[in-house]
Antibody, heavy 120, light 110 residues
């Protein structure tokens, strides 16, 4: 059974950095890309970026470029998303999701989400 | 403002059918597969349709997808109260090298 288990909720102050993990099981981690998606309260899904666990290459959305880093640790089958210079607008649920196939394919399994609250 | 345009809301009575549209451009929907996701309140999104019109295992055939040019449509027949959710279309944009999502459509089953 494919599972993506994310780390727990975080509370951060403005200007801080948060790093969320996504540990996978039930499939070969390096065979599929891992995406990260932000969902602010009451808002839609916003793509942040992805990583190819095979070689670590990452692509980032323009809106998050320079503030986000997405990495993969093949020794633990875990993907990470680090977001820095946090501001109140970053308060959101963050999801990891794996592709069904190659780079442009759909996201077939999602993590349960990690709530990040940014507040002074 | 999402690059993929969806209606904010749709509604219909139980047992009826509804369609949700998703409009894009040649660089995204026009040249890539479209997928659809269902997000029930308080839960993670779930893949409903992939490669324009295919259903993952376990998704009932009440859900269907289609694509024509730079637009795609999700259809749901035999509406049930349990179908009340937010629905998102998604695709890859070849020019941006980015994954895109529509703004989402809230389905209300009256």
């Amino acid at each position: 059974e494919v599972q993506l288990v994310q780390s727990g909720a975080e509370v951060k102050k403005p200007g801080a950095t948060v790093k969320i993990s996504c540990k996978v099981s039930g499939y070969t981690f390096t065979d599929y890309y891992m995406h990260w998606v932000q969902q602010a309260p009451g808002k839609g899904l916003e793509w942040m970026g992805l990583v190819d666990p095979e070689d670590g290459e990452a692509y980032y959305a323009e809106n998050f470029q320079g503030r986000v880093s997405i990495t993969a640790d093949t020794s633990t089958d875990t993907a990470y998303m680090e977001l820095n210079s946090l501001r109140s607008e970053d308060t959101a649920v963050y999801y990891c999701a794996k592709t069904r196939g190659g780079l442009p394919t759909s996201l077939d399994y999602w993590g349960h989400g990690t709530l990040v609250t940014v507040s002074s | 403002q999402s690059v993929l345009t969806q209606p904010p809301s749709v509604s219909a009575a139980p047992g009826q059918q509804v369609t949700i549209s998703c409009s894009g451009s040649i660089s995204n929907i026009g040249n890539n597969y479209v997928s659809w996701y269902q997000q029930l309140p308080g839960t993670a999104p779930k893949l409903l349709i992939y490669e324009n019109n295919k259903r993952p295992s376990g998704i009932p055939d009440r859900f269907s997808g289609s694509k024509s040019g730079t637009s795609a449509t999700l259809g749901i027949t035999g509406l049930q109260t349990g179908d009340e959710a937010d629905y998102y279309c998604g695709t890859w944009d070849s020019s941006l090298s980015a994954r895109l999502f529509g703004g989402g459509t809230k389905l209300t089953v009256l």
